[in-house]
């Protein structure tokens, strides 16, 4: 199961807690009406969002940071560093999003005893490329959640596993191309490669049928 923090639908926390395992994202806001079973945070750990994620001690705090056993860093530095001099000049007030502190992440799984997992450049990459058929307006970078759905189906999934989705209502930065990744979305879960929690699927997820 990967929550977004998106709107979930009522009866999502039964469904969600009733999976073997549970991604989360950046401050876990999906933690209680998302159900609390949480494996693995997926953090963006660059920019502001890492600076403030790292800063003041409440995100290593979390109920569900606490509880989960894996912390995923979805940008890969050296990516972000080779995107920064295209950046300077079209998002000159972005000059903040390549500064890397995964360091500091890994520093704290290490410290914590957790499992701790860098999502590769190529995974970006693969996923930029798959948002090129689904007519992306210019957009920065994928958003983090985008990056963990095709890190776990390329990497991570096995045969017989269902990838269920929740919470991801496709909206919020703005240099995140969300309209085209709905699409992307809804490609993969035509296919079968991927399924959505929603009110018609909710009581079969609750059961773990």
Not at 16 to 35: H, K, P, T
Not at 91 to 118: E, N
Not at 167 to 174: K, L, M, P, R, T
Request: net charge negative; aromatic share 10%; charged share 20%.
């Amino acid at each position: 199961m990967i929550v977004g923090n998106g709107p979930l639908h009522e009866g999502a926390a039964e469904a969600i807690d009733a999976a073997d395992l549970v991604v989360r994202f950046n401050d876990c806001r999906s933690f209680g009406a998302g159900g609390s079973k949480t494996d693995i945070v997926a953090v963006c750990n660059t920019g502001r969002p890492a600076l403030a994620m790292l800063g003041g001690g409440a995100w290593k705090t979390n109920a569900a940071v606490r509880q989960a056993g894996a912390i995923w860093c979805v940008r890969d530095g050296e990516k972000f560093q080779a995107l920064r001099p295209r950046l300077t000049v079209t998002h000159p007030d972005l000059d903040d999003l390549c500064d890397d502190y995964t360091d500091g992440f890994r520093a704290f799984a290490k410290a914590t005893g957790r499992v701790f997992h860098i999502v590769p450049a190529s995974t970006h990459e693969g996923v930029d490329a798959g948002l090129s058929r689904f007519d992306a307006d210019a957009y920065v970078v994928p958003s983090s959640g985008l990056i963990a759905i095709d890190e776990v189906l390329s990497h991570w999934r096995q045969p017989g596993d269902r990838v269920v989705l929740a919470g991801f209502g496709h909206a919020g930065w703005e240099w995140h191309p969300f309209a085209a990744e709905r699409r992307y979305v809804d490609d993969l879960i035509s296919k079968g490669q991927l399924f959505r929690l929603d009110q018609r699927s909710l009581p079969a997820f609750s059961q773990g049928a």
